[in-house]
């Protein structure tokens, strides 16, 4: 599940429960901030637009980029 960062409309990663498998396989974590996708950068308002593209241009194979940050804990 994601949600919104506060202050930074940012999309973070609430819990990896229920995450498709091959997904929960890359390695989130909670608190996990999706920075980017395909080196666009990924906020509340821009994620419908990035997901919209990928739909009508993606074909099966094409590499998927993600960019995490990812706090330090403490």
């Known amino acids: 599940a994601l ?3 506060e202050g930074n409309n940012a999309l973070i990663v609430a819990d990896t429960l ?3 498998d091959d997904v929960r396989g890359m390695g989130y974590l909670p608190g996990d901030e999706i920075a980017a996708i395909n080196g666009k950068k990924v906020t ?3 994620i419908l637009s990035i997901l919209e593209e990928m739909k009508q241009t993606a074909k099966e194979g094409d590499p998927l980029n993600v960019t995490v940050v ?3 804990p403490g």
Do not use: D, T, V
Request: aromatic letters at 8%.
């Open 70 to 72: 990812r706090q330090k």
């Open 44 to 46: 509340l308002e821009s």
């Open 18 to 20: 229920y995450l498709a």
């Open 3 to 5: 949600e919104i960062g």
